[in-house]
């Protein structure tokens, strides 16, 4: 605390400056001239105001301890206001990065002030919380329900999105030089549950850019490794002979089936051409690959969602390389079977052609496929039978040999052919040389005795169809021939106690005495066969 002496000290001097500064002041208005002021704008008057006006700092050192008194107030007030943070030292233009982030400061300095200032009411506060449950339940719904019932369109491009993040390999699954039919299936289970559509659209798109990947980087690395040989296939294929494309065609398929798809579309294509001779040339080279390459020889051909799926994890034994490659395979046995499908039908197209040479070619090819492959052996058969009504004699006698030589190396299929056949037979509209042919056929069979099922079903049939022709009244000698020849090679293998000959004996009985003397005589001659084999 300063003693009274100096206090009293400190009022004196403050006293003496501020009547210095006065005189100084007014020294200063009293060397102002009129003229000066009337330079200016101003007048007499002016000058006058001006009489006995003090220095302002004087009057600030007055009231400093007004101000003093109320610092802790100005503060608050401007703490309220926000301006607290801004700093009084700086231009407003100095620095805008920092007077914008002073600004925010203070924003959120006065928003926090101003909601710390207010009650919080609990009612809006329960129901802010009960909205915002709710809003996430509803999320949570709907994120549910978009996974479980979403749409096509979102689900292509989840699908999408899930495919283009696959990345590619820089190393082959398949390698060339095997057989793709050999390189998997070894695990494969024999029975499985079917999997959801929309799995199995999922793993088709994944196969797919598998399938495109693979290729790629086989084509690369064919360029960099094979290069001279990949430009001379390239250019023989392009400009070549004809038997010089179709053997560089055949050596892409043999050395990477999988690979070369592509190529083998292009020897469909070449199938279907209008030049008879290529035609000719490409029926043979695709038949031969098909047998020797493509097809597999103990079982058929699937589709991409007959596989087990739901499985996979289990016959790859979590392998990715190992469930990728079979996915892959699986895509590529798929579209495989409809290049097949699209060839069988080009071929029955041309089964019906005028030139006489492309009718046996494909006959043939359509045989050798039936007898080497099981692939749509159904399809394959009806190609062969629908020919035994063809016009022109030869092919329809070059077919029932093929059909012969077919049952003989086939022995169980005798059943499934002698049924289609019969179908033929009782086809309406159909010719009597198809007929003719086909009763040819099955008088040719050779059976033995545990065959007398099928024995039995052949002699009701020539009976049957003895009786249909007698009542049509045109009776033919060589159809009668036939029949003749039909009973009495499968009579003997027939039970003699059988009720369907009992019957069938019954009926030309019948027929002998209510037809005329020819139809008489040819039923009394079918009797002589029948008795005599008892």
Same mark, same amino acid.
């Given at each position: 605390m300063a003693p009274p002496r100096m206090k009293s000290m400190k009022k004196m001097k403050r006293v003496e400056t501020t009547k210095s500064r006065k005189h100084s002041t007014q020294k200063k208005i009293n060397n102002i001239n009129l003229s000066d002021i009337t330079a200016l704008g101003g007048t007499?008057? +002016?000058?006058?105001?001006?009489?006995?006006?003090?220095?302002?700092?004087?009057?600030?050192?007055d009231t400093s301890s007004v101000y003093n008194s109320n610092e802790a107030e100005i503060k608050d007030f401007i703490g309220k206001l926000g301006f607290s943070s801004i700093n009084?030292?700086?231009?407003? /233009?100095?620095?805008?990065?920092?007077?914008?982030?002073?600004?925010?400061?203070?924003?959120?300095?006065?928003?926090?002030?101003?909601?710390?200032? $207010?009650?919080?009411?609990?009612?809006?506060?329960?129901?802010?919380?009960?909205?915002?449950?709710? @809003?996430?339940?509803?999320?949570?719904?709907? +994120?549910?329900?978009?996974?479980?019932?979403?749409?096509?369109? !979102?689900?292509?491009?989840?699908?999408?999105?899930?495919? $283009?993040? $696959?990345?590619?390999?820089?190393?082959?699954l398949v390698k060339p030089g095997s057989k793709w039919h050999e390189d998997q299936f070894q695990s494969e289970r024999q029975t499985w549950e079917p999997a959801p559509d929309r799995l199995v659209t999922t793993l088709e798109s994944l196969a797919e850019k598998l399938?495109?990947?693979?290729?790629?980087?086989?084509?690369?690395?064919? !360029? @960099?490794?094979?290069?001279?040989?990949?430009?001379?296939?390239?250019?023989?294929?392009?400009?070549?002979?004809?038997?010089?494309?179709?053997?560089?065609?055949?050596?892409?398929?043999?050395?990477?089936?999988?690979?070369?798809? *592509?190529?083998?579309?292009?020897?469909i294509g070449m199938v279907k051409?209008?030049?008879?001779r290529e035609s000719l040339m490409a029926i043979d080279t695709l038949k031969d690959v098909l047998i020797s390459?493509?097809?597999? /020889?103990?079982?058929?051909l699937k589709t991409f969602s007959q596989h087990p799926f739901l499985h996979l994890d289990e016959i790859a034994s979590g392998n990715k390389d190992t469930k990728d490659k079979r996915l892959m395979l699986w895509l590529f046995e798929h579209k495989f079977k409809q290049q097949y499908t699209e060839f069988l039908k080009i071929l029955q197209t041309l089964t019906f052609d005028n030139l006489k040479t492309m009718k046996v070619k494909a006959l043939r090819a359509a045989y050798e496929l039936l007898i080497s492959k099981p692939e749509q052996e159904k399809t394959l058969l009806g190609i062969l039978i629908n020919k035994l009504g063809d016009p022109d004699r030869k092919v329809a006698a070059n077919c029932a040999h093929l059909l012969g030589q077919l049952v003989e190396q086939h022995p169980n299929m005798k059943g499934v052919v002698v049924s289609e056949v019969e179908r033929l037979l009782y086809r309406q509209n159909i010719s009597?040389?198809?007929? #003719?042919y086909g009763m040819c056929? =099955?008088?040719?069979?050779? =059976?033995?005795?545990? !065959?007398?099922d099928l024995a039995s079903h052949l002699v009701s049939l020539y009976f049957s169809f003895f009786k249909a022709t007698v009542q049509k009244g045109d009776v033919d000698?060589?159809?009668?021939? *036939?029949?003749?020849?039909?009973?009495?090679? *499968?009579?003997?293998?027939?039970?003699?106690?059988? !009720?369907?000959?009992?019957?069938?004996?019954?009926?030309? #009985?019948?027929?002998?005495?209510?037809?005329?003397?020819?139809?008489?005589?040819?039923?009394?001659?079918?009797?002589?066969?029948?008795?005599?084999?008892?």
């Open positions: 007499q008057e +002016d000058i006058d105001l001006l009489q006995g006006v003090e220095d302002d700092r004087s009057s600030e050192e009084p030292g700086k231009p407003s /233009g100095e620095n805008k990065t920092e007077s914008k982030h002073s600004t925010v400061q203070s924003i959120t300095k006065e928003k926090t002030h101003d909601t710390s200032q $207010q009650p919080v009411d609990a009612t809006s506060e329960s129901n802010l919380k009960n909205t915002k449950k709710k @809003k996430s339940k509803k999320n949570k719904f709907k +994120d549910q329900q978009d996974i479980g019932s979403s749409t096509t369109a !979102e689900d292509n491009r989840k699908v999408a999105v899930f495919v $283009q993040n $696959q990345k590619q390999r820089k190393y082959l399938l495109q990947d693979e290729i790629q980087l086989y084509m690369r690395g064919r !360029e @960099k490794q094979k290069r001279g040989e990949s430009r001379w296939i390239k250019t023989v294929i392009s400009s070549g002979t004809l038997s010089d494309k179709m053997a560089a065609i055949t050596l892409l398929i043999q050395e990477a089936p999988v690979h070369n798809l *592509a190529t083998i579309e292009t020897l051409k209008k030049g008879k390459d493509l097809l597999p /020889g103990n079982r058929k009597a040389k198809a007929q #003719y056929f =099955l008088s040719q069979l050779v =059976l033995s005795t545990e !065959e007398a000698g060589k159809m009668l021939s *036939a029949l003749l020849t039909g009973v009495n090679r *499968a009579f003997p293998y027939v039970k003699t106690d059988s !009720e369907a000959i009992t019957d069938q004996v019954n009926t030309l #009985y019948k027929i002998v005495h209510l037809s005329n003397f020819n139809t008489s005589t040819q039923a009394l001659m079918l009797l002589f066969q029948v008795l005599g084999a008892r």
